[in-house]
């Protein structure tokens, strides 16, 4: 058994046309990730562009991850976590 599939050419770089590019393989999902910017940041930079223009109902919270409570009890996370959000 071949190692090459049967649907792949190679073609010899004679028949390419002079100045003619090859493309890169397309992203992954995780290095398209990387690339895009997240969602809080665009959102936060809108809010201090729109200024006083923007609605109050729509409040921006940050992710409050396990690093930022710290090693609280498993009991006081959810009081904590309430805590921090913006009311």
Known sequence: MSAIPRTLRVLPKTSLKPGSKVLPPPLTNQNERAFKEPLLRIMARRQQEAGDMWPPNLRIEPHVT???????????RVQLKRLLKER
């Open 66 to 76: 396990k690093t930022v409570i710290g090693k609280a009890p498993e009991e006081m």
